[in-house]
């Protein structure tokens, strides 16, 4: 082949005048003018800030009203908890017993004069909580100036000796350590033979052994004429012992079981069968033995020494 019409073949072709890769010149179709000119007009502008307003409007309104409410809440609560309208005039208690109105006054954090809004009811609870004697509490505002608090105290039903003599309620558990010298738990039976260190690692075990011994006793209570109990002892096994409160009379009843009642019902039958100076010598009761056997120990019988007369000395000559 012709180089020559080699070389030619290799030259592109030129583009169509219709092509889109030809770039004409358009003629600038903008009219220029001046600056004035092209502002928008004042319709234009007017038209354009009444529909901003009125896009805007509820937010403006609702922003107003939240500065109305708590503008009047701010000065509602600047007149509450400083007009002396609402100072505490009175402090009213209701179901205290142990404690006097005046005792449970004072531990109160809320004294008389006091802004009434500006007394935590919170922590008025908290503090009656703290004294021993109080199980619950609930404090309440009666505008406009009076404060009540309603308790309701443990009630003691026996002292148990855990190292030292705490009340127990019902429950079986201790919540005051007695204090003797007002005389706390005067008249009430004491549970003894129960373990402090078992009670520290399982308070809930040792209330329910506490709950049972009481129980026990009120079962004994239940029938009139038997000797009245000052101590309810409980053994490491569980064994139960009432002690008389009169002659110190160990009356061993065995572990607290559904025989419990028929074992006292013999103690009744042994006690009617014993005459006064039999049951004054007394010391000892033990039905848990065997369930037709009572074993009763006595004190030695007193040994009566026998009156000497001497004849009175002369008198001496004077």
């Not at 219709?18 to 770039?23: E, G, K, P, Q, W």
């Not at 004072?106 to 009811?121: E, I, Y």
């Not at 004994?220 to 064994?239: F, K, N, S």
Request: net charge positive; charged share 20%.
């Amino acid at each position: 082949m012709d180089r020559s019409r080699r070389q030619g073949a290799s030259r592109p072709p030129p583009p169509p005048s219709a092509s889109r890769l030809t770039v004409k010149a358009r003629p600038n179709r903008r009219k220029q003018g001046s600056l004035w000119s092209r502002l928008p007009r004042p319709q234009a502008i007017a038209n354009a800030c009444g529909r901003a307003v009125r896009r805007s409007l509820p937010a403006l309104v609702g922003l107003g009203v939240i500065g109305a409410i708590s503008g009047t809440a701010w000065a509602s609560y600047q007149f509450v908890t400083s007009s002396s309208r609402f100072a505490i005039t009175d402090i009213e208690v209701t179901g205290n017993h142990q404690l006097s109105t005046e005792q449970v006054r004072a531990l109160l954090p809320a004294r008389l004069g006091d802004n009434m809004f500006q007394t935590s009811l919170d922590e008025i609870v908290r503090e009656l909580r703290g004294n021993p004697w109080i199980a619950r509490a609930e404090a309440r505002r009666v505008l406009p100036h009076t404060i009540v608090i309603d308790v309701r105290e443990h009630v003691p039903v026996a002292l148990v000796q855990l190292g030292n003599l705490y009340l127990i309620d019902a429950s079986g558990h201790p919540f005051k350590r007695v204090d003797l010298s007002r005389d706390e738990g005067a008249g009430l039976p004491i549970i003894t033979g129960l373990d402090r260190t078992a009670y520290s690692a399982n308070p809930d075990g040792v209330a329910t052994q506490a709950r049972n011994a009481l129980d026990a006793l009120a079962t004994w209570q239940h029938v009139p004429g038997r000797p009245a109990i000052g101590e309810v002892h409980l053994d490491a096994h569980g064994v139960l012992t009432l002690v008389t409160y009169e002659q110190a009379l160990s009356i061993q009843l065995g572990v607290i079981d559904a025989g419990l009642a028929t074992r006292m019902q013999t103690f009744d039958a042994t006690w009617g069968e014993l005459d006064s100076s039999e049951r004054a010598r007394a010391r000892a009761i033990h039905l848990d033995a065997r369930s037709d056997q009572v074993t009763v120990a006595f004190a030695p019988p007193r040994v009566t020494e026998p009156v000497v007369t001497r004849p009175a000395a002369a008198p001496k000559d004077l």
